[in-house]
């Protein structure tokens, strides 16, 4: 039994599994792993013959699972000896064994080359190559069954030379459309070609300085096989970014791109808003359903509201073990995140602001390129952007054309990406502060100069991004960075002291120096400050956090009180229990 769209199954009583990385279909579904039926995808493409479709979605939203779902449908899989694998079962109660003859006699039918370019992505272009020569090689000695039919001798010599990597670099880059040939020859059928990831080693080669020498390679061997293949029954290529035809695509009329602009083969990547409810439902979890849309809903395909894939799955395989699951960032943890982090480390003003806005919950307008490169990504910061709307860091909310240029209204999708944002930004800045001369800031704090520290923490404020989804708790942070490299100071954050737990406690190792106490507070509105300093004040006294100390008998003890507004704050200081406030 497998879960159908939009159908309550009760799942976790048939003991289903949560996969959690599983990509490949059969195991899939020889294991017993639960499974949202994607299947009547595979009417679409069998209605799409001639074409060559590129599908561009963020990571882990399912591709690589889709490829292996069309590939066990549609190939007429042999054993090395030549026989027929039957596949059929597979697909036992799927809806599309309900889609009619016609689909149904597509299955088994076709000779498939199926292959993945992620194990690209290496330091250098030898490793990077050696790399494809072998994923190559590998999809040779799957359809090796080919040598034993009518293949003539000089094609059958050419086919072990790839084998036995006897073959010049040139022969690898043209080999998919001589392996595509061989199998149209055995087996009197035109071929599918299914090519994962495609966009993996230009990313990688872009980043490590040999783009010009891979996108010669992958060229060659994308335009051999899917441009002027007549052994070609229709192609799927998956990847994170679309990449212009001028640089990769050139002359391939027959390419049908399908991004996340699209509305065909929307609801096919990533899960639909009835299909988390069921799995919820299934799991026993329905009441954990607000959460998970503020956590992990927000994409826009086309006109298709989808959630993510990757995280939905994890969130459900911590909750069977966990009695109170709490969300987590599951898939920004799955990358390094690196676009978002030269975005922020690179902006100037008018970028930091547009980032303040998204971080509060605004939105932003920006032309939408879908023709770019990886040498484009950095021309202009409007490409950063549309790099982040397309690899699932923004989505669009509105959009409008202007003549020829379409704009769109871009905002973070959900909490987890903007997660990712806020983890970045504190990266940032406490990268920021290391570089900083923060000697004239401590000196202000030991001697108790209240004006001066604020001064100075104002000064800091201003080279930060002012808005932060968790502000005390942030603005906590931001003192702690700062303070990290104090000399000859013990720092501690939220420990027990008096009856409660001050927010920063600075112990000396020379007791002639002052102990301070930072408490801090924030406010919406700059005329709130004066009262929130007051409120950490006075939270000190009450709580009797300097209590040990006066009993620990050190000579000097100041509490500070700190209240954050955005970009600015107030600083008061107290020293022991006497209002002699400097």
């Known amino acids: 039994m497998y879960m159908k769209t939009g159908m309550k199954c009760e799942v976790w009583k048939l003991n289903k599994r949560i996969g959690i990385g599983v990509e490949n279909y059969k195991t899939l579904i020889e294991n017993n792993y639960y499974y949202i039926d994607k299947t009547m995808m595979l ?33 007429d899989e042999r054993t090395k000896t030549g026989e027929k694998i039957d596949n059929s079962h597979y697909f036992d109660g799927m809806n599309i064994m309900a889609a009619g003859e016609k689909y149904i006699s597509e299955m088994g039918k076709y000779p498939v080359i199926k292959i993945s370019l992620k194990s690209a992505k290496q330091p250098d272009y030898k490793m990077a190559y050696e790399c494809l020569k072998s994923m190559i090689i590998k999809e040779f000695e799957r359809h090796s069954y080919v040598l034993k039919g009518d293949l003539s001798a000089k094609n059958k010599e050419r086919y072990q030379d790839i084998i036995d990597e006897k073959a010049e670099e040139s022969r690898y880059a043209i080999s998919l459309q001589f392996l595509s040939q061989c199998l149209k020859e055995y087996h009197n059928k035109n071929v599918i070609i299914l090519i994962d990831e495609y966009d993996v080693p230009l990313e990688n080669a872009y980043f490590n300085g040999f783009y010009d020498k891979m996108i010669s390679f992958i060229r060659s061997l994308f335009e051999s096989v899917l441009k002027t293949n007549d052994a070609l029954e229709f192609a799927v290529v998956t990847g994170c970014l679309r990449i212009s035809r001028e640089s990769i695509f050139t002359g391939l009329n027959n390419l049908k791109i399908n991004s996340i602009l699209s509305n065909n083969y929307a609801e096919y990547f990533g899960f639909t808003e009835p299909e988390v409810i069921s799995i919820l439902e299934a799991y ?56 978002i982090k030269d975005l922020i480390e690179k902006a100037d003003s008018d970028t930091k602001t547009e980032i303040e806005r998204l971080i509060d919950g605004q939105s932003i307008e920006k032309p939408v390129y879908e023709d770019i490169t990886y040498e484009d990504i950095y021309r202009t910061q409007d490409n950063l952007w549309n ?146 300093c007051e409120a950490a004040i006075n939270q000190i006294e009450e709580q009797d956090y300097l209590a040990p100390f006066i009993e620990e008998g050190y000579k000097r003890i100041l509490a500070y009180g700190i209240c954050f507004c955005r970009k600015t704050c107030m600083v008061d200081c107290v020293e022991g229990k006497k209002d002699n406030r400097k």
């Not at 669009?396 to 769109?408: A, H, P």
């Not at 290391?434 to 202000?444: E, G, P, R, V």
Request: proline share 5%; glycine share 6%; net charge negative.
């Open 43 to 75: 009417k679409e493409l069998a209605d799409q013959k001639g074409i060559a479709g590129l599908f561009t979605r963020p990571r882990r939203f399912g591709k690589t699972l889709t490829l292996s779902m069309i590939q066990t449908f549609f190939e």
């Open 284 to 339: 026993g979890l329905s009441d954990k359903l607000p959460e998970v849309k503020l956590w992990y809903d927000g994409y826009i395909f086309g006109e298709t509201e989808v959630y993510n894939p990757w995280s939905i799955l994890n969130y459900v395989d911590t909750a069977i073990s966990e009695k109170n699951p709490f969300p987590k960032p599951y898939w920004s943890n799955t990358s390094s995140n690196s676009i």
């Open 387 to 532: 790099f982040l709307f397309f690899t699932g860091y923004l989505k669009v909310t509105d959009k409008r054309f202007e003549g020829r240029e379409q704009y769109m209204m871009l905002t973070i999708p959900n909490e987890e990406v903007a997660y990712v944002y806020s983890n970045i930004i504190r990266e940032w800045f406490h990268k920021q502060i290391k570089t900083l001369d923060l000697s004239a800031f401590y000196h202000s704090i030991i001697v108790g100069d209240a004006a001066n520290v604020q001064k100075m923490l104002k000064e800091y404020l201003r080279k930060s991004i002012s808005y932060y989804d968790n502000k005390e708790a942030f603005y906590h942070g931001i003192m702690l960075g700062l303070l990290t490299t104090m000399p000859d100071y013990s720092i501690e954050s939220n420990r027990e002291y008096g009856n409660g737990r001050p927010d920063i406690v600075m112990t000396p190792y020379d007791e002639e120096n002052p102990v301070i106490v930072l408490e801090m507070k924030y406010c919406k509105k700059i005329s709130e400050m004066e009262m929130g």
